[in-house]
C-alpha cells in the first residue's frame, strides 16, 4: 500500500557509569508523511562494580503528528539490594513500589499497604507489583493474596499475622492495614463501618484493589479478620456499585464470582452476593457471636434473620472446646485455614 516502516537506533554514553539507548520505529504513509513514531529510551546506571543500579524506559506514542504518549516505567535498586519499580504515564504517577520511611506512626499509615520485611508501601501499588511476605518455612508460594485485620493490631501485629498466614496457606501476603487508634475509637470506627459512614481509608484502599485486579482479568483472593470482615463487606458492596455501573449487572456479576472471601471472626452480619465466601467462626470468639456469622438465633432473632452471609457461602463452625474463649487470628484461626476448594460448597 507504499507505506514504509523504519527503525534508527543509537547507543550512547552518559558519563562514566550510564549507557543510553534509543529506538525509534516510525511509519511513513505513500507520501512520506509520518503517520506513526514510537521512541523508546533505556537510560541504565552502574555501579563502580559494574552492576546495575537504575534502569529507566521513556515511551513515546505519536500518530499523525499528534501530542506524544509518555510511559516511563523504572527500576531502582534501593541501599538495602531489593528493587523498587515505578510507573509514570503523561506525568502522572501510577504507583511507586519503594517502601515508606520507617519511624511514622502507625495512623499516618492508615490504608496503606503492607508487605515484605512489615514495610509500609503506598495504596496504589497494584497488587501483582507489591513487595509481598511470603513463606519461610520452606513452602513455595502458589499466589498472592490480600489481607485486613481487625482493630487494635499495630503494624508488628499484622506483618506476624501475615507470615502465619504465609505459612500455613503458602501464599504470597499483602496486607491493607487497618490503623490502630486504640479499643474506644477503633470500636466507634467499626460501628460507623458497619453503616458506611466512618470513611475508612482501608476500605477504599481495598475497594481500589480489587477493582484494579479484576479490570486487569485477574482473580482476587483475600482474607479478613474482626474489624476486617466489616471493611471487605463495605469494601465488595462499593465494588459491587461500580462495575454495575460501569459493565452492566450481568458482567458485574460474573466479575463479583471472581473473588474468593474468607473471614474470621468477622464482625459483619451481611456481605453482597457475587463472590465466593467460606466464613470461619468459633462458639468461644465473643467478636463473631454477637457481631458477626456466629449470631445464635436467641440472641437476637432479628438480626439473625438479617444476616447474609452471601449467597452460597460456607460457614465453618469451631467448637468452644477446641479454642475456648479467644479470638486471635495467629493463634485461634490460622491452624484451622484449610484449602478454599476443599471447604467451599459450589451449587
Do not use: C
Request: glycine letters at 12%.
Amino acid at each position: 500500500d507504499g507505506t514504509q516502516n523504519l527503525r534508527d537506533y543509537t547507543n550512547s554514553a552518559l558519563g562514566n557509569d550510564g549507557r543510553r539507548n534509543v529506538t525509534i520505529d516510525r511509519e511513513l504513509d505513500r507520501t512520506g508523511r509520518e503517520t506513526s513514531r514510537v521512541e523508546t529510551t533505556t537510560d541504565r546506571n552502574y555501579d563502580n562494580r559494574g552492576a546495575l543500579n537504575r534502569q529507566v524506559v521513556t515511551t513515546e506514542t505519536a500518530r499523525n503528528g499528534g501530542r506524544p504518549n509518555v510511559d516511563i516505567t523504572g527500576n531502582i535498586r534501593q541501599p538495602n539490594g531489593q528493587w523498587s519499580e515505578f510507573r509514570t504515564v503523561n506525568g502522572r504517577q501510577l504507583y511507586n513500589t519503594q517502601a515508606r520511611p520507617d519511624g511514622q506512626p502507625d495512623t499516618a499509615n492508615d490504608g496503606a499497604l503492607i508487605g515484605r520485611g512489615g514495610q509500609v508501601y503506598n495504596p496504589n501499588v497494584p497488587l501483582n507489583r507489591a513487595p509481598a511476605i511470603g513463606p519461610n518455612n520452606g513452602r513455595r508460594p502458589t499466589e498472592t493474596v490480600l489481607f485486613v485485620n481487625g482493630i487494635n493490631n499495630s503494624r508488628q501485629d499484622v506483618q506476624e499475622s501475615m507470615q502465619a498466614l504465609a505459612n500455613r496457606g503458602g501464599f504470597n501476603v499483602v496486607g491493607v492495614f487497618n490503623a490502630s487508634r486504640g479499643t474506644i475509637r477503633d470500636t466507634v470506627q467499626s460501628i460507623g463501618d458497619k453503616w458506611g459512614i466512618s470513611g475508612n481509608p482501608a476500605t477504599a484502599t481495598l475497594r481500589d484493589q480489587i477493582l484494579g485486579e479484576l479490570r486487569d482479568g485477574r482473580d482476587v483472593h483475600l482474607f479478613a479478620h474482626s474489624q476486617g470482615g466489616i471493611i471487605t463487606s463495605g469494601a465488595l458492596g462499593e465494588v459491587k456499585d461500580r462495575l454495575t455501573s460501569q459493565y452492566g449487572e450481568r458482567r458485574a456479576n460474573e466479575m463479583m464470582n471472581r473473588i474468593r472471601v474468607e473471614t474470621f471472626g468477622a464482625a459483619a452480619w451481611r456481605y453482597p452476593d457475587g463472590p465466593q465466601y467460606v466464613h470461619y467462626y468459633h462458639s468461644g470468639d465473643p467478636v463473631s457471636t454477637a457481631f458477626g456469622q456466629g449470631l445464635p438465633w436467641w440472641v437476637s432473632p432479628t438480626a439473625a434473620m438479617a444476616r447474609n452471609p452471601g449467597a452460597n457461602a460456607t460457614t465453618i463452625r469451631l467448637p468452644l472446646s477446641q479454642e475456648g474463649i479467644s479470638h486471635n487470628f495467629t493463634n485461634t484461626y490460622v491452624p484451622h485455614i484449610r484449602p478454599f476448594n476443599e471447604v467451599y460448597r459450589r451449587r
